[in-house]
């Protein structure tokens, strides 16, 4: 089956800026989301891009594509303290089962002064 | 407007006892997702309703776990003769399944701990 793969931890500094890797195995991923949790929290959307794109930018995240190495990134600039959360990549296709999003285990980011 | 809620937000439980988890989607919203997280993993899919279609049941892990969605907006999810590796954090999630990416809404979770 499909399978989303992350580490597990990140450490960043204060001001730095954090990248949190994922790769996915589905060859037909049609969306590629990234997920935040916050401690006691469900998940809450942060950004998606579509297959056909190789990035996309939102204010201080950046989501870079590499289709062909099925390799996903989150680029967060200027990382804050308030970033610190799991973060979690997933991916789904476009129709029928494959609608149903697979998740990776969630980037633990810990930001320090 | 309002958002996902779950209820309860915690429950404690002795093993082999049933217990019920509520969600109540955004108003609206046609498809519902169950998932478990359990410490240190990611998400695992339960089960997936949408409208008036048969439910994805391919993800509940043993014939003790069931899910029923009433009236295509609250739904149950129901573990019978509860286990300790029942223990987990449950999630619901609705969608409009309108639009290109739909985003799946989060509620807060139930944490489950059967001891």
């Known amino acids: 089956g499909e399978d989303v793969e992350q580490s597990l931890f990140l450490s960043v500094r204060e001001g730095d800026s954090s990248v949190i890797n994922c790769t996915y195995t589905?060859?037909?991923?049609?969306?590629l989301y990234w997920y935040k949790q916050e401690p006691g929290a469900g998940l809450q959307l942060l950004t998606y891009?579509?297959?056909?794109?190789d990035m996309k930018q939102d204010q201080r995240l950046t989501v870079l594509l590499n289709k062909k190495d099925k390799h996903l990134s989150l680029r967060i600039a200027d990382t804050q303290t308030g970033d610190s959360a799991i973060y979690f990549c997933?991916?789904?296709?476009?129709?029928?089962?494959?609608?149903?999003?697979?998740f990776g285990r969630g980037t633990s980011l810990i930001v320090h002064p | 407007g309002a958002g996902v809620s779950q209820s309860p937000s915690n429950k404690v439980t002795e093993k082999g006892k049933d217990v019920e988890l509520r969600c109540d989607p955004i108003?609206?919203?046609?498809?519902l997702y169950w998932y478990r997280q359990s410490l240190g993993q990611g998400l695992e899919f339960l089960i997936y309703?949408?409208?008036?279609?048969?439910?994805?049941k391919s993800g509940l892990p043993s014939d003790r776990f069931s899910a029923e969605r009433t009236g295509g907006s609250v739904s149950t999810l129901t573990i019978q003769r509860t286990q300790q590796e029942d223990s987990a954090v449950y999630l619901c999630?609705?969608?409009?399944?309108?639009?290109?990416?739909?985003?799946?809404?989060f509620g807060p979770g139930t944490r489950l701990t059967v001891l």
């Open positions: 999630a609705s969608s409009s399944r309108s639009g290109t990416s739909d985003t799946q809404y």
């Open positions: 589905d060859s037909s991923s049609t969306y």
């Open positions: 891009i579509f297959s056909n794109m």
């Open positions: 997933a991916e789904r296709g476009a129709s029928g089962g494959s609608y149903i999003p697979t």
């Open positions: 108003s609206g919203h046609t498809a």
């Open positions: 309703f949408q409208g008036n279609s048969a439910p994805d």
